[in-house]
């Protein structure tokens, strides 16, 4: 079999490069994702029904349609009414609304499954709401929600991969380039998935030793 | 403490919790709330500490009425201490920092001297080898005595025990209750919802037997427990107070 690797290894700084945007890329999409789940987690215990309804829409949006559709709809109609023409920024936006409303749903079923009893003890010290959800609520929350969430982390950095329609130059978008410029599929595309496990794989190992070190009885 | 309970009602759903219910007791140390399951005894105790409103009616203690407003009611559940059944700690909390935190982050007291001030209260009742546990590796009854711990450090001017030892074995129930009278030998006010008849009749001066959402019997613990004026009250005493 005819090998090409020779071709491919000239664009080597072009591949480093496309890995290097997924990772600022999936890095800025993770932490505006918690901030957006976080939001979106506390307006869905909302009392309000308006507000708690909304804040469901936009979950049961997210996760009814495909992100491919949501990357087409949010780039071709919502990112052009609204005038922004980065699509880098359109990029980070899109993954952005969509692993929040995963995120979101962690960290809900993070804070419901703390005890009502917890909730009763940090009211009879007398911490104030906010006091009990920073020093009470969250901190246990957040050890429910930190293995699913390097999950959540690893998924950003494949789902990013899809950006790649809207002509933004991460690692899967420069593997195509290179693959026809040089018109070798291997040598394209062996590297790109290698690229990804070299960022997900230590991620999964994070976070199956944070669910270990999290255990402890409630 | 004092305690002036004005017709209070207390209405969970279409199910009446505590019916139109009258008290005023000038002068008492220790109240025990003892009757029947569902008696109403753990919800009253819940109105007293202000962690739960009545449906109409008033309540106050040692002259201040306890406000419907959450502000001034979380301001009034500052100066006081309570214990539940079972669950009280924090378990991402060492039964030190689960000390610690009221008295730092509520009380406002610099956390160096909020942690001196847990840690000798640990020492003098035997639980500072238990400090730097988190509470899963405490047996119920080190951390019921925590729990304690956590409910005096303030000193509050009352303390409040919703059958704090329910969950527990009988050698940890000992422990707690030990704690429980040494606390109230140190001279503080307390209101207990307890099912230990005898320990309620040893610690109480004043006791109040509860069934069906009405207190059917108010007095000093050698007469409610020894000469009950109501059918029920008799009957709850002959049946329970053989074991």
Same mark, same amino acid.
């Given at each position: ?18 890995? #290097? &945007? ?27 029904? #308006? ?19 949501? %990357? ?21 936006? #899109? ?29 009879? %010290?007398?911490? &104030? ?35 790649? %329609? ?7 978008? &420069? ?6 410029? &040089? ?10 998935? #290698? ?24 | ?10 209405? =969970? ?11 005023? *007791? ?9 009757? $029947? ?11 007293? @500490? ?15 009425? +306890? ?5 001034? +009611? ?15 700690? =924090?378990? !991402? ?8 935190? $009221? *008295? ?5 007291? $610099? ?10 209260? +640990?020492?003098?009742?035997? +639980? ?41 074995? $009988? ?24 099912? !230990? ?6 610690? @109480?001066?004043?006791?109040? =037997?509860? @069934?069906?959402?009405?207190? *059917? ?7 409610? =427990? ?8 008799? *009957? ?8």
């Amino acid at each position: 079999m005819f090998s090409n690797w020779q071709a491919v290894l000239e664009y080597r700084s072009l591949l480093l490069h496309g890995f #290097v &945007t997924t990772v600022w890329i999936s890095v800025a999409s993770l932490i505006l994702s918690l901030l957006i789940g976080i939001v979106v987690a506390l307006l869905r215990r909302s009392p309000y029904k #308006v507000i708690s309804g909304s804040a469901r829409f936009y979950v049961e949006f997210i996760r009814g349609t495909p992100l491919l559709v949501q %990357i087409l709809l949010f780039f071709y109609v919502i990112a052009y009414a609204i005038g922004i023409d980065n699509r880098y920024i359109v990029g980070i936006l #899109v993954l952005s609304l969509f692993s929040g409303a995963y995120i979101a749903e962690m960290i809900r079923a993070g804070i419901e499954s703390i005890r009502s009893t917890q909730i009763e003890s940090a009211r009879a %010290i007398g911490l &104030t709401k906010l006091q009990a959800y920073r020093y009470v609520i969250f901190p246990q929350a957040l050890r429910q929600i930190t293995p699913p969430l390097a999950g959540q982390f690893a998924s950003i950095i494949k789902d990013s991969s899809l950006l790649s %329609i809207i002509g933004i130059a991460e690692l899967t978008n &420069t593997a195509q380039q290179i693959n026809s410029a &040089t018109y070798s599929t291997m040598e394209s595309y062996v590297p790109l998935a #290698v690229g990804y496990l070299i960022l997900t794989l230590p991620i999964s190992l994070l976070s199956r030793l944070l669910e270990k070190r999290f255990q402890y009885e409630t | 403490m004092k305690l002036k309970i004005d017709k209070i009602v207390k209405v =969970f759903g279409d199910q009446e919790a505590i019916a139109p219910l009258s008290l005023d *007791l000038g002068d008492v140390k220790t109240l025990s709330l003892i009757g $029947p399951s569902g008696s109403g005894k753990s919800t009253l105790l819940r109105m007293l @500490a202000g962690l739960q409103l009545p449906t109409s009616g008033t309540i106050a203690i040692n002259d201040y009425l +306890l406000s419907p407003d959450e502000d001034t +009611l979380r301001a009034y559940r500052r100066t006081i201490g309570v214990v539940f059944q079972s669950w009280n700690l =924090f378990p !991402h909390l060492t039964a030190l920092e689960n000390i610690v935190l $009221p *008295l730092h982050r509520v009380h406002g007291i $610099p956390l160096e001297e909020a942690e001196q001030r847990s840690l000798e209260l +640990l020492q003098r009742f035997q +639980l500072a080898e238990h400090a730097h546990k988190k509470p899963s590796e405490l047996s119920g009854g080190q951390a019921q005595r925590v729990a304690l711990m956590r409910a005096v450090a303030h000193h509050p001017q009352l303390l409040f025990l919703d059958e704090p030892t329910s969950a527990l074995d $009988p050698l940890m129930t000992a422990e707690v209750l030990d704690l429980v009278m040494e606390l109230k030998q140190e001279g503080r006010n307390l209101v207990i919802v307890t099912h !230990h008849l005898t320990f309620a009749r040893k610690i @109480a001066d004043h006791v109040l =037997f509860m @069934a069906d959402g009405k207190v *059917l019997e108010s007095g000093s613990a050698d007469l409610v =427990f020894g000469n009950p004026k109501t059918a029920l009250a008799q *009957l709850y005493m002959s049946k329970t107070m053989n074991y």
